[in-house]
């Protein structure tokens, strides 16, 4: 099975600005969450989609959004680009029936000037 | 809400020794996973535990979780330099909750 992937891998914006980033999952599941992470902070939850829902959602401002298609393919949109919202944006599927592992993406580095 | 913390935040062990990481959730957890991350890489998930006082190994790790179910601990034995890198806990508070991270414990290996 090919592992999930995600598009760009790195990517400079400048402040005010506005970015998509993207996941494909691997096939079959049906659940994507996100996460960034930054030194020192750890992992922090975006939002989880299940079957093009947002079944879960963490404590980001409304400048943090994202999709689902039906593909269970998913986007996530950051506007008006902040300096402290650099950080390595990871993509994570699973079957999202239940209690059960999470496959990582590599991750999108997001550098903002 | 719900809050996950690992101590500690930074490990440094000589090849060989053992060393735990611990994770405490504030609240009664349904399930507590573990992930590694590798310097560069992304998290890979290494274990799960679901039931009260369970306890898993798997080669030189040991998982266990609480009697509670509020917290969990990992302890690696004979460290290896295969071993660096960042462990992270995970909990839910319930099948379809969101998976709350601990900070994760980074684990440096001294040969």
């Known amino acids: 099975k090919a592992g999930v992937t995600q598009t760009p891998r790195y990517l400079i914006k400048t402040r005010g600005q506005q970015v998509t980033l993207s996941c494909s999952p691997i096939?079959?599941?049906?659940?994507v969450s996100w996460y960034q992470q930054t030194p020192g902070q750890g992992l922090q939850f975006l939002f989880e989609y299940f079957s093009e829902t947002q079944r879960n959602k963490g404590n980001f401002p409304g400048r943090f959004s994202g999709r689902q298609f039906s593909n269970s393919r998913s986007e996530m949109n950051v506007s008006t680009l902040e300096l402290g919202d650099s950080a390595l944006y990871l993509c994570?599927?699973?079957?999202?029936?239940?209690?059960?592992?999470?496959?990582f993406g590599p991750g999108t580095r997001l550098t903002v000037t | 809400g719900q809050q996950v913390m690992q101590i500690p935040q930074y490990q440094h062990v000589q090849e060989g020794e053992d060393f735990t990481t611990y994770c405490n959730s504030s609240t009664t957890l349904s399930n507590i996973q573990w992930y590694k991350q590798r310097p560069g890489g992304h998290p890979v998930f290494l274990i799960q535990?679901?039931?009260?006082?369970e306890v898993k190994k798997q080669k030189r790790l040991t998982f266990q979780f609480g009697e509670a179910k509020k917290n969990s601990s990992l302890h690696i034995t004979a460290t290896q330099t295969t071993d660096v890198g960042t462990y992270f806990c995970a909990g839910q508070t319930d099948s379809w909750g969101k998976l709350q991270f601990g900070a994760g414990t980074q684990v440096v290996v001294t040969p």
């Open positions: 535990l679901v039931k009260s006082g």
């Open positions: 994570a599927s699973s079957s999202g029936t239940g209690i059960d592992e999470q496959y």
């Open positions: 096939s079959g599941h049906r659940s």
